[in-house]
Antibody, heavy 119, light 110 residues
Framework: QVLLHESAPGLVKPSETLSLTCTVSGASISNTNYYWGWVRQSPGKGLEWIGTVYYNGNTYYNPSLKSQVTLSVDTSNNQFSLKVNSVTAADTAVYYC???????????WGQGTLVIVSS | QTVVTQEPSLAVSPGGTVTLTCGLSSGSVSTSHYPSWYQQAPGQAPRALMYNTNTRSSGVSDRFSGSILGNEAALTITGAHPDDESDYYCVLYVGSGISVFGGGTKLTVL
């Protein structure tokens, strides 16, 4: 069974950098058949794709967030990560990681982690 | 900026059939957009239902089916159950590695 688990600080101050990590178990992040993605959901709002990373470091970003986010992968620890720069209250959200069958399916998903941006 | 459109809300009677749609602001949806669908219960992570237009994810009931209807992707739920009451999201691949979520449909079973 493939499981994903997000970890992040629950509270981040405005203008700081938010760092999140997704740990994958039950599958190798180096599997060439899969990509790995991040999705977020602001309180009471819909889902928003942030970006997707491949095991070799290739990245794909939501154009509206591209200037603010960076994705990376750590194959030795079977993890992938998201950094969000210069956060504002608008970055308050539940952040999900998911395996991304490229072009298509996001499955499975992590349980999500709530990040609040506040001073 | 590509916008993926969904009905904000729909209602269906228990045992009834409902079709949710997923459209594109910039044209028609086709299988080349690899439509996928997700169900999200309150406070829960999304659950994959359908991908590549009409392939059910593992463990998903055959009451759920996917298709292209006219210019849109569609998710049809037959024999609606009370526990189908959830938010439903579609995702379209729009090229260059970019995926776009629709705004979601809140389905009420009443």
């Amino acid at each position: 069974q493939v499981l994903l688990h997000e970890s992040a600080p629950g509270l981040v101050k405005p203008s700081e950098t938010l760092s999140l990590t997704c740990t994958v178990s039950g599958a190798s992040i180096s599997n060439t058949n899969y990509y790995w993605g991040w999705v977020r959901q602001s309180p009471g709002k819909g889902l928003e794709w942030i970006g997707t990373v491949y095991y070799n470091g290739n990245t794909y970003y939501n154009p509206s967030l591209k200037s603010q986010v960076t994705l990376s992968v750590d194959t030795s620890n079977n993890q992938f990560s998201l950094k969000v720069n210069s956060v504002t209250a608008a970055d308050t959200a539940v952040y999900y990681c998911a395996r991304h069958h490229f072009h298509s399916l996001f499955d499975p998903w992590g349980q999500g982690t709530l990040v609040i941006v506040s001073s | 900026q590509t916008v993926v459109t969904q009905e904000p809300s729909l209602a269906v009677s228990p045992g009834g059939t409902v079709t949710l749609t997923c459209g594109l602001s910039s044209g028609s949806v086709s299988t080349s957009h690899y439509p996928s669908w997700y169900q999200q219960a309150p406070g829960q992570a999304p659950r994959a239902l359908m991908y590549n237009t009409n392939t059910r994810s593992s463990g998903v009931s055959d009451r759920f089916s996917g298709s292209i209807l006219g210019n849109e992707a569609a998710l049809t739920i037959t024999g609606a159950h009370p526990d189908d009451e959830s938010d439903y999201y579609c995702v379209l691949y729009v090229g260059s590695g970019i995926s776009v979520f629709g705004g979601g449909t809140k389905l009420t079973v009443l």
